[in-house]
């Protein structure tokens, strides 16, 4: 079955630095999210982006985060300058049409130190 | 804000037993689904229950959605060790986007 491919699977960052997430989804998606799990805490929704920009993002999502779809191919998801809250497993998920099922990455572990 | 807890939210039990994990809401989602994670690795869909009262079976797992589209439940008939893992509810309302809300999660150990 197609994957949905996240790297790194950890990053490490000092606080203040940008940090970058890639991710590759499932070629014949549409609609991509990423999502986030603090330790211990619930999967929170963060953005959804379809047909090349952002479609709806949580109040999680404020100026410091970006995302987008530079190429066609991968899927970023950038924090201008990392807090200490910002560390959790970040996902990355997509899916073709709407409401179809949804395909979860297995996460990028940003830890800020 | 909408919230979906999920009791229990740890079970230990024997090989062989059967379980119930239930997923509760104040809110109405026009579907539901549940999810199954395993450490490291993201939450992998089992099943999407969206009529109210609908029952969907996978194996020897069954789940129900409520019938005003609130809660839902998933049982498990004779668990094995193969079912240890995080289990997740996740409601999303009928936009055509897939924004979850995702419960607190249920954590099940099954021992031989």
């Known amino acids: 079955e197609p994957e949905v491919t996240q790297t790194p699977s950890h990053q490490v960052t000092q606080m203040g630095q940008e940090v970058i997430l890639r991710c590759v989804p499932i070629?014949?998606?549409?609609?991509f999210y990423w999502y986030r799990q603090i330790l211990g805490q619930k999967v929170e929704f963060l953005v959804s982006?379809?047909?090349?920009?952002?479609?709806?993002k949580s109040e999680i999502f404020d100026d410091q985060f970006s995302v987008e779809r530079p190429d066609g191919s991968n899927f970023t998801l950038k924090i201008r300058s990392t807090k200490l809250e910002d560390s959790a497993m970040y996902f990355c998920a997509g899916h073709r049409g709407p409401n179809e099922k949804l395909f979860f990455g297995s996460g990028t572990q940003l830890s800020v130190l | 804000t909408q919230l979906l807890e999920q009791s229990p939210q740890f079970l230990s039990i024997q090989e062989g037993e059967n379980l119930t994990v239930y997923c509760n809401s104040s809110s109405v989602f026009s579907s539901l689904q549940w999810y199954r994670q395993e450490p490291g690795e993201g939450p992998v869909l089992l099943v999407t229950?969206?009529?109210?009262?609908e029952v969907k079976k996978l194996k020897r797992l069954t789940f129900q959605f409520g019938d005003a589209r609130k809660d839902s439940s998933l049982h498990i008939t004779a668990a094995q060790p193969g079912d240890t893992g995080l289990y997740l509810c996740?409601?999303?309302?009928?936009?055509?986007?897939?924004?979850?809300?995702f419960g607190t999660g249920t954590r099940l150990l099954v021992s031989p």
């Open positions: 070629s014949n998606h549409l609609y």
């Open positions: 996740a409601g999303v309302r009928n936009t055509g986007f897939q924004k979850l809300v």
């Open positions: 229950v969206v009529t109210g009262g």
């Open positions: 982006f379809y047909n090349n920009e952002i479609s709806e």
